[in-house]
Each structure stands twice: as structure tokens, then as C-alpha cells.
């Protein structure tokens, strides 16, 4: 068969299965009355097996020593490496899918104008953000994916407090390394959360969240655990309110 039905045959590339044959990897018969390339039932088990090698992550000169029944050391190390790789990007992907349902669920809240959620919270991780490490922090979230809900973080002991201390927090699905030591767990956990308009002159206050936690208590639930502030909606004009999500743990599941 020619190079366009063993294209189709395969599914590579016309100019893949000659970037192949360029590199030694395959070397179809020539006929001799045209001197066409001739690609027979073994060429195309050899296209489709390095083409399965290269999409996992293995290199063509490792692909080729291997074809010669050389380096299968290195060649397990390259697949179990491209493992590890495709395993931490199926991480930051399904943590940006939980993070786009998140965001269309609190949307949605808005929309059909729902006055509360209850729901579970996986276990999480907290990293507490301050001026020397903001960008290095965000430089690694953007290396792996971006996923963080930036939170105001009121923890339960001053929940009660006049003023609040500052706490700016980035709330993950999935530990960041090199931050491992400085990032805190948050153990699952069912929350209580709710919309509010919030006007841009003034910071929320323990006088703000008194009626939530009364209607949270008429509801049965304890809401003496910790607060999460994050703004899910908002404007550059000043006489149009954000919208913030006000969201707390109630307790264990």
C-alpha cells in the first residue's frame, strides 16, 4: 500500500510516517517499477507502536534503541516520568473542573436568586498570604493551573471580635510543594453559605454576619467554625455593590 493508505490505515500523519522513516525508525520497501514507497502489514504495526511511544512521552532515540531490544532501562524510566507528568496535570485538570462548578453553582445562586446553600467541603488547603511571598505564591499557581479561591479568612477564635484581624488566604483542592510547610489543611467539612451585597467603603464586620448565624441556628446547624469571605461579583463604579460569598463551617460531616 502507498503512504496515503497507510495514513489512513494508521491514522498518523503523511508527513509524521516520513519524519519516521527520515529518522531510520521505519524503512518501507521502494517498487521497483516507480520506485514508490510500499508500506506492508509489519510497517504499519511498527508506525502505530512508535506513534503510541512519542503521544506518552517517549523520546524517538529512546524509541529506536528500544526497536533494537536496547535500553528498556531507559525507556520504562521515560514512561514512568511521563506517568508522574500527565498524572499531576490530570490533578490541576480536575481541579479546575471542581473550581468551574463551584463558580457556575454560585452564579447560578444569583441567578435564580437562592438564599442559601448547604453543601461538603473535600478536604482543602489553606495558605495564608503575605507581602514578601504574594508573588511567588501566584507564580506558582500559574504554573500549575491557577486554582485558588482568594479568600478574607476569619478564624473561629475571633469570629466574635470587634474588628476582625487581616487575614488574606488562597484556598486549594490540591497542595502546592514547595508551599507544603507553610499551607494548612482544612478538614472536610459541611458549610453553610450565602450571597450578600457588599458596599465597597466598608469592610464586612461581626455586626454584618449576626443574622446569618441566627438563621444558620434556626436551621439546626453550628456556625462557631471559621468564615470564608471571597467576592464572586463586582465593579469599578462606586455606586454599584460587589457581591460576596459569605461561607460557613458548620461542623463535621
Same mark, same amino acid.
Given at each position: 500500500?502507498?503512504?496515503? *493508505?497507510?495514513? *489512513? ?19 518501507? *520497501? ?20 512508535? +506513534? ?17 531490544? *536496547? ?66 505564591? +501566584? ?10 479561591h482568594s479568600v478574607f479568612r ?13 487575614? +488574606? ?5 490540591t497542595p502546592i510543594e514547595e ?50 469571605i471571597y467576592q464572586i461579583m ?20
Open positions: 500500500m502507498n503512504i496515503n *493508505q497507510a495514513s *489512513q490505515m494508521t491514522g498518523v500523519s503523511k508527513d509524521m510516517i516520513r519524519f519516521y522513516e527520515k529518522k531510520g525508525l521505519i524503512d518501507p *520497501q521502494r517498487n521497483k517499477g516507480n520506485n514508490y514507497r510500499e508500506y506492508n502489514d509489519h510497517d504499519l504495526n511498527l508506525i502505530v507502536m512508535i +506513534h503510541e511511544y512519542s503521544t506518552m512521552g517517549m523520546s524517538l532515540s529512546t524509541i529506536a534503541r528500544l526497536m533494537k531490544g *536496547q535500553d528498556i532501562k531507559a525507556a520504562t524510566g521515560e514512561l514512568e516520568e511521563s506517568i508522574r507528568r500527565l498524572r499531576n496535570e490530570e490533578m490541576w485538570i480536575r481541579a479546575r473542573i471542581n473550581s468551574a462548578v463551584d463558580s457556575a453553582k454560585l452564579l447560578s445562586m444569583v441567578r435564580d436568586e437562592v438564599p442559601y446553600e448547604i453543601g461538603v467541603r473535600r478536604s482543602s488547603y489553606c495558605y495564608v498570604v503575605k507581602n514578601e511571598n504574594f508573588g511567588n505564591i +501566584h507564580n506558582s499557581l500559574a504554573d500549575n493551573g491557577g486554582i485558588a476569619v478564624r473561629k477564635e475571633n469570629l466574635r471580635s470587634d474588628e476582625w484581624p487581616e487575614e +488574606h488566604a488562597l484556598l486549594f483542592t508551599f507544603e510547610d507553610e499551607t494548612e489543611e482544612i478538614p472536610e467539612h459541611r458549610y453553610f453559605r450565602t450571597i450578600r451585597k457588599q458596599n465597597k467603603r466598608r469592610k464586612i464586620g461581626y455586626r454584618d454576619i449576626e443574622s446569618i448565624i441566627d438563621e444558620i441556628k434556626d436551621i439546626g446547624y453550628n456556625p462557631e467554625g471559621e468564615v470564608y463586582g465593579s469599578l463604579e462606586e455606586d454599584v455593590e460587589d457581591l460576596v460569598c459569605l461561607e460557613f463551617d458548620i461542623g463535621e460531616v
